[in-house]
Structures are given as C-alpha cells and as structure tokens.
T-cell receptor, first 117, second 119 residues
Framework: DTEVTQTPKHLVMGMTNKKSLKCEQHMGHRAMYWYKQKAKKPPELMFVYSYEKLSINESVPSRFSPECPNSSLLNLHLHALQPEDSALYLC????????????????FGSGTRLTVV | AQTVTQSQPEMSVQEAETVTLSCTYDTSENNYYLFWYKQPPSRQMILVIRQEAYKQQNATENRFSVNFQKAAKSFSLKISDSQLGDTAMYFCAFMKRNRYGGSQGNLIFGKGTKLSVKP
C-alpha cells in the first residue's frame, strides 16, 4: 500500500459547525503533515507530527486542532471556521529515521476540498 | 532561510515536444533534497522526480529528467515527448536532509508553473 487516503473528498460546513478531516497511511511512515492550499498557490504547512507527537505548529489558529491517534492516522478537527478557511487541505506522510535516501520523499493524499459558508 | 523560485508562472508545449521548467533555490545548507511535484486538476500532489544534493549525476525517471547545477543553485525539469496527461501545475521543492537520510524541517515549495500540453 503506497497511498495516503483522505476523507471526505469534499466538505461544506457552516461557521458554527464542528467537523473532522481524516487521513490514513499504511506505509509505515512515522511523520505526517497537514497542508492548506489556496487556488493557484503552493501548499502551506500547518502541522507536523513525528512519531505521533506534534513537532511543528505553524502558528495556525486554534479553530484548527490536529490529532494523531496512532502512527497510521491523522485527524484535523475543525470548529468555528471562517469563509477564508475555504481551501484544499492536503495530508502527507514521509519516512523518518535511518533509511535509503534514494527512496525518500513525501507522499500526498488527494485532499479534502473544504468550503465554509 | 531557504527559498525556491519558479520564474515561469505558465508554459505551454505541443504534444510530443520537449519542454523545460526552471527552478532556482537559495540555501546555505550542503545536504538537502530537491523535488519536482506534479499537481493535475485532480489535485493529487504526485512526486515526479527527486535529486539528492550530494549526487552529481542528474536524476531521470522515464521521460522526466533534471539538470541539477549545485553551484548555480539551479534545478530545472525537462519533459520529453510531452503527453496530454502531463498538463498540470508543477512545483519545485526543497528539503534539508538529516544525517540519517530523512527530513529536517519543512518541505519548501516554489510558487509553481502551470504547464499546458496542447494536441
């Protein structure tokens, strides 16, 4: 299995809703990431988990709350979002620790298209 | 701090022809990876090719090859025999490498080049 699976693919939510985005990988990768991507822009890093511990939080508003229940799963909990939070949310994973550099790289999911109304 | 610059916002090429996408970067690091990612309208970010900075040999993957000039901090992507399915946004990306071969820090993206392959 060489995939990162994200659900749902599309999500429309109101500003008072609570929802969660899910990400799953079974490649044995020990680093997982959430990125936010606006149209025609590169992805922007939000959070990094390394060995299930939050290692980077790029000053993301508290209305976004990440969770890493185990080494295969990554969630992003959403609450009281604003219309400007509408974007494509990408999950990615990568191997960590000792490994063959020729195989190194991030694997991305296909994203969740989020619309906040 | 590291920066990645893609100076061509949009490019087009005729099917079966060759096209080169430019990327320059700035870093004081000596050990790092460079990547080209492809993002088609389906929006999945797909790894096209990777280059390890300590390797002088340019990476190739089928129709995709790079011209890596470490001293000039240049990392261009050449697509040969362009196909309609190559139509996508292409991002150049940089990452510091730790001593174990893994990452050290964030994957830093350029702004992207939108490539259109015309029939």
């Amino acid at each position: 299995d060489t995939e990162v699976t994200q659900t749902p693919k599309h999500l429309v939510m109101g500003m008072t809703n609570k929802k969660s985005l899910k990400c799953e990988q079974h490649m044995g990768h020990r680093a997982m990431y959430w990125y936010k991507q606006k149209a025609k822009k590169p992805p922007e890093l939000m959070f990094v988990y390394s060995y299930e511990k939050l290692s980077i939080n790029e000053s993301v508003p508290s209305r976004f709350s990440p969770e890493c229940p185990n080494s295969s799963l990554l969630n992003l909990h959403l609450h009281a979002l604003q219309p400007e939070d509408s974007a494509l949310y990408l999950c990615a994973s990568s191997p960590e620790g000792r490994r063959d550099p020729s195989n190194y790289g991030y694997t991305f999911g296909s994203g969740t298209r989020l619309t906040v109304v | 701090a590291q920066t990645v610059t893609q100076s061509q916002p949009e490019m087009s090429v005729q099917e079966a022809e060759t096209v080169t996408l430019s990327c320059t970067y700035d870093t004081s690091e000596n050990n790092y990876y460079l990547f080209w990612y492809k993002q088609p309208p389906s929006r999945q970010m797909i790894l096209v090719i990777r280059q390890e900075a300590y390797k002088q040999q340019n990476a190739t993957e089928n129709r995709f090859s790079v011209n890596f000039q470490k001293a000039a901090k240049s990392f261009s992507l050449k697509i040969s025999d362009s196909q309609l399915g190559d139509t996508a946004m292409y991002f150049c990306a940089f990452m510091k490498r730790n001593r174990y071969g893994g990452s050290q820090g964030n994957l830093i993206f350029g702004k992207g080049t939108k490539l259109s392959v015309k029939p």
